[in-house]
Structure formats: structure tokens, C-alpha cells
Nanobody
């Protein structure tokens, strides 16, 4: 069973940047879709960004132009670069992918203060 281990995150002031990492325990070279989700306090989990092999990355409207999803197949790692952070970006961020079943990272807290 592939495991996803997240790192990065933390607290930052509005306008700052953070990078999240999601390291897989196996090769991600053939994993078609990998995603980043987030869940803000009191809200449902929402899809933030998607990396799909052979397609352009896709983003939620709220993060377009500020967030960048990427993957490093040599390191088996998915990234989310977050720039120009806003307080409304605060939440727990999760990476996930589908390999026979949905696999989720453990989540990492991002807090953006105004």
C-alpha cells in the first residue's frame, strides 16, 4: 500500500509563501492524477489543485495565479507552491491520489494571518 507523507506548511503572514510536499512511498511516475485538497475550519474539504499526466494542471478559481502544483518523479514527491497567501487560505491541506483506492496524506496545517 502506497503511503503519502506530507511536510511543509506552518504559519505565515498575508502575502507570504509556503511550499507543501507530499512524498510517496513508491514511484509516482505512473500515477495519473494527484491532487491537493484543503479544509478550512467549519467548511467542507475542497479541491485546490490537480496534476494529471499529459494534461495541464488545474486549479480552483480561488488560487489560480497564486498556487502551483508540480511533481518530481525522481523524488516521488508532489508539491504545492503557495504564493501571495491570504487569510482565507488557512486550513488543513491534504494530498491524495488514486491507486486501486483513494490514498490520502496525513494533512498539514497552513495558517495565514492578516
Amino acid at each position: 500500500q502506497v503511503q503519502l507523507v506530507q511536510s511543509g506548511g506552518g504559519s505565515v503572514q498575508a502575502g507570504g509563501s509556503l511550499r507543501l510536499s507530499c512524498a510517496a512511498s513508491a514511484s509516482i511516475y505512473t500515477i495519473n492524477v494527484m491532487n491537493w485538497y484543503r479544509q478550512a475550519p467549519g467548511k467542507q474539504r475542497e479541491l485546490v489543485a490537480t496534476s494529471q499526466i499529459g494534461s495541464s494542471a488545474s486549479y480552483a478559481d480561488s488560487v489560480k495565479g497564486r498556487f502551483t502544483i508540480s511533481r518530481d518523479n525522481h523524488k516521488n514527491t508532489l508539491y504545492l507552491q503557495m504564493n501571495s497567501l491570504k487569510p482565507e487560505d488557512t486550513g488543513v491541506y491534504y494530498c491524495n491520489c488514486y491507486i486501486s483506492s483513494w490514498i490520502w496524506g496525513q494533512g498539514t496545517q497552513v495558517t495565514v494571518s492578516s
